[in-house]
């Protein structure tokens, strides 16, 4: 079946530190794949996507590149803000099915002065 | 637009009592979903509907049921709760393009004692 491993946390970064985020996921073809960003007490907000291998998908200073070769989807950040501080979720959408996510367990990021 | 919306917001019932979730999205999307979100396991799908009238199970849809008589509308139903559904609940909608983007309500947090 499909499945997501993104690394355990937390991360605590000092502000403007670089910041990576691993993500590998298992599914067979070519699913799209999604970082959605949680900030306490809310819901989920897609911050980034791609939906075709080679693809890098990028949003307020965050990156990510579809590798299908390693089946991956890191997430990097040249320079944190307290404001990142979040809990972040790696997620695949299967090819040509509906709208089922499969995410993986999340991973929280603490940003420092 | 409101995007999502899901009612009430916190929730705590007795082991038992049945209750119904809401959820609403005023943006014509034909998609929608619900997950569910427990500490160190991810989002989880419960159930979703490509549709008005059309309802399909997801990951773990045991204990919940759902209807979709309107495209607007997608509540989900607990019977008969127990402490295992303790969680938070979250709704989630996406049109028909290819971008499998989907858009998440703010949650409902839900305690069965």
């Known amino acids: 079946g499909n499945s997501v491993t993104q690394m355990e946390g937390p991360v605590t970064l000092s502000e403007e530190a670089f910041l990576t985020i691993n993500c590998t996921y298992t599914?067979?073809?070519?699913?799209?794949l999604f970082w959605y960003v949680q900030y306490p007490g809310e819901g989920l907000q897609l911050l980034l996507k791609?939906?075709?291998?080679?693809d890098k998908g990028s949003n307020k200073g965050f990156e990510a590149t579809y590798r299908k070769e390693t089946t991956s989807f890191h997430l990097e950040k040249g320079s944190v803000q307290v404001s990142d501080s979040a809990v972040y979720f790696c997620a695949l959408n299967p090819a040509g099915t509906a709208s089922k996510l499969t995410f993986g367990t999340g991973t929280r990021l603490q940003v420092t002065l | 637009n409101a995007g999502v919306t899901q009612t009430p917001k916190f929730q705590v019932l007795k082991t038992g009592q049945s209750m119904t979730l809401q959820c609403a999205q005023d943006?014509?999307?034909?998609?929608m979903s619900w997950y569910r979100q427990d500490p160190g396991m991810g989002l989880r799908l419960i159930h979703y509907s490509v549709g008005a009238g059309i309802t399909d199970q997801g990951e773990v849809p045991n204990g919940y049921n759902v209807s979709r008589s309107t495209t607007e509308d997608f509540p989900l139903r607990l019977l008969s709760a127990a402490p295992s559904q303790t969680s938070v609940y979250f709704c989630a909608s996406r049109g028909s393009g290819s971008s499998y983007e989907q858009y998440f309500g703010p949650g409902t947090r839900l305690t069965v004692t």
């Open positions: 943006m014509n999307h034909e998609y």
């Open positions: 599914a067979t073809g070519y699913p799209s």
């Open positions: 791609a939906t075709k291998a080679d």
